[in-house]
């Protein structure tokens, strides 16, 4: 599975962004994915996931209430809608794939995507 991010950019305070992430590969259907993020000088942490169907869905406590993940099985695409954003949000977000179950955990995710660059001006 490859995956591919992007959507990323520069934002005020305040603003929105989506992010998008396409995978390749007609087993899209069959992964939970999810969203994690690294900011400068710190270590990547989960933001959110998404199980195969998008029935479910688990948030990081930090982006609870203000970012949405969804997907279209149909595009083979993951989404991060991220609303009212603050500068702590600013991270290269990544996005993976969870072949093991559903996790918040990094380890349980075997594929990545590149990473795209949010960053939130205060």
């Known amino acids: 599975v490859q995956l591919q991010a992007f959507g990323g950019g520069l934002v005020q305070a305040g603003d929105s962004l989506k992010l998008s992430c396409e995978a390749s590969?007609?087993?899209?259907?069959?992964?939970?994915m999810g969203w994690f993020r690294q900011a400068p000088g710190k270590e990547r942490e989960f933001v959110a996931t998404?199980?195969?169907?998008?029935?479910?869905?688990d948030y990081a406590d930090s982006v609870k209430g203000r970012f949405t993940i969804s997907r279209d099985n149909a595009k083979n695409t993951v989404y991060l809608q991220m609303n009212s954003l603050k500068p702590e949000d600013t991270a290269v977000y990544y996005c993976?794939?969870?072949?093991?179950?559903?996790?918040?955990?990094?380890?349980?995710?075997?594929?990545w995507g590149q990473g795209t660059l949010v960053t939130v001006s205060s």
């Open positions: 993976a794939v969870d072949d093991r179950g559903f996790s918040r955990y990094d380890s349980s995710y075997a594929y």
């Open positions: 998404i199980s195969r169907t998008g029935a479910v869905t």
């Open positions: 590969g007609r087993t899209f259907r069959s992964y939970t």
